[in-house]
């Protein structure tokens, strides 16, 4: 198959909610996704499995291989079933012993989400970043160790790193090295998404693709991570820990969004959402792809999942550049 007819591969990293919503989008193009999930969440379920079992957290990669799934609702919400009485199981969703379950059955992660994902008929690839057990290392007037405390004290740190050097799987860099497209996924920035690059080996393999970067923006800022940034501040942290390569390409939303449920998210939450700076984008010599990509969900502002995903297909599907600010 010549270059120009084959599907078009798509890299994305990430973690947690945003990536999952992207997710859903891009499986409905003809495109084939692999999805690279950082493995170094502390909190909640995770947290617990992670120090008991003595496993990397499985969380995010569950959450992504539901996103991915081709199967009937009751089977999703059967995965999603979260136990609310207390006791061993209290607050456990399935999807996440079923996943440390097969972490002893098959070996590994990589082939625990390799069999989930057969049985949820997904249509792609999902990959963790790596097989270890890892904590995140956020490094400034002291050392904060976990995703929770690193996530609290952003404003402390300096640099963020792991709590030693990852080994990454051949199937990760290898798909990096033949992607058409690198997508870092909306989310929560310093503890979902960085991760991603605090390994040498991804570094490297970034460096060495050909394929252009994408980032695809937050909607709304997270307390104590990003209070207070615009879409530039997003990229600048991305760039400060990507090696010679750097951002070509960002989706942001260019949509006001209703009053009353920003109120609402700085009332409850201290969100605000994202600013666009596009002025400063344009300064950092990033091609801005603008467009209404938020959507309200039961009172919850996510990215318009089939929206976002057309504007990404389109990059892809593009032969010339676009202008430098793109309205759809």
Same mark, same amino acid.
């Given at each position: /198959? ?28 003809p ?5 690279i999930v ?7 379920s995770?947290?617990? *499995? =992670?120090?008991?079992?003595d &496993?990397?957290?499985?969380?995010d990669v569950?959450?992504v ?22 006791g061993?199981?209290?607050n ?14 098959k ?6 989400? $390799?069999? /989930?994902?057969?049985? *949820?008929?997904v ?9 270890? $057990?890892v904590?995140?290392?956020?490094h400034?007037?002291?050392d904060?160790y976990?995703e929770?405390e690193v996530?609290?004290?952003? =404003? ?17 860099? /290898?798909?990096?090295?033949? #992607?058409?497209? &690198? ?8 503890? +979902?998404i ?5 390994s040498?080996?991804?570094?490297k #393999? ?6 252009? &970067?994408?980032? @695809? +923006?937050?909607?709304v800022?997270q ?7 615009a879409? +530039?501040?997003h990229?600048k942290?991305l760039?400060?820990y ?13 949509a ?7 109120? =609402?998210?700085i $009332? ?7 600013p ?7 300064? /950092?010599?990033?091609?801005?792809? #603008?467009?209404?990509v938020?959507?309200v969900?039961?009172?919850? @502002?996510?990215?318009?999942? *089939?929206?976002?995903a ?19």
């Amino acid at each position: /198959m010549s270059d120009k007819t084959r599907r078009k591969r798509v890299v994305v990293f990430g973690g947690g909610t945003g990536l999952s919503c992207l997710l859903q989008g891009l499986k409905l193009f003809p495109i084939d996704v692999t999805t690279i999930v950082a493995v170094s969440d502390n909190g909640s379920s995770t947290g617990v *499995l =992670k120090e008991e079992l003595d &496993i990397p957290a499985v969380g995010d990669v569950g959450k992504v291989l539901l996103a991915m799934a081709n199967v009937d609702d009751d089977f999703v919400s059967l995965l999603r079933y979260r136990f609310k009485e207390e006791g061993s199981l209290y607050n456990h969703p399935v999807r996440n012993i079923m996943l440390a379950a097969l972490i002893n059955l098959k070996g590994n992660l990589t082939e625990a989400t $390799k069999y /989930m994902a057969t049985l *949820l008929n997904v249509q792609g690839t999902v990959l963790p970043l790596t097989e270890e $057990k890892v904590d995140l290392v956020g490094h400034g007037d002291k050392d904060y160790y976990g995703e929770e405390e690193v996530s609290l004290n952003i =404003k402390n740190i300096d640099r963020i790193s792991y709590d030693h050097e990852v080994g990454v799987g051949e199937d990760v860099l /290898m798909s990096v090295l033949n #992607a058409d497209l &690198i997508i870092f996924s909306s989310g929560s920035l310093y503890t +979902s998404i960085i991760p991603n690059l605090l390994s040498k080996d991804v570094l490297k #393999a970034i460096d060495s693709s050909k394929a252009p &970067i994408m980032y @695809v +923006s937050n909607l709304v800022t997270q307390p104590g991570e990003t209070d207070g940034y615009a879409v +530039s501040d997003h990229l600048k942290v991305l760039n400060s820990y990507l090696g010679n390569r750097k951002i070509n390409y960002v989706v942001a939303n260019d949509a006001k969004i209703q009053d009353e449920i920003i109120e =609402k998210y700085i $009332k409850d939450e201290n969100k605000h959402q994202v600013p666009l700076d596009a002025d400063e984008i344009s300064k /950092m010599g990033v091609t801005l792809i #603008a467009d209404d990509v938020f959507d309200v969900d039961d009172g919850r @502002v996510r990215h318009d999942y *089939l929206k976002t995903a057309y504007l990404i297909f389109q990059v892809l599907m593009e032969n010339s550049g676009y202008d430098h600010i793109l309205y759809i």
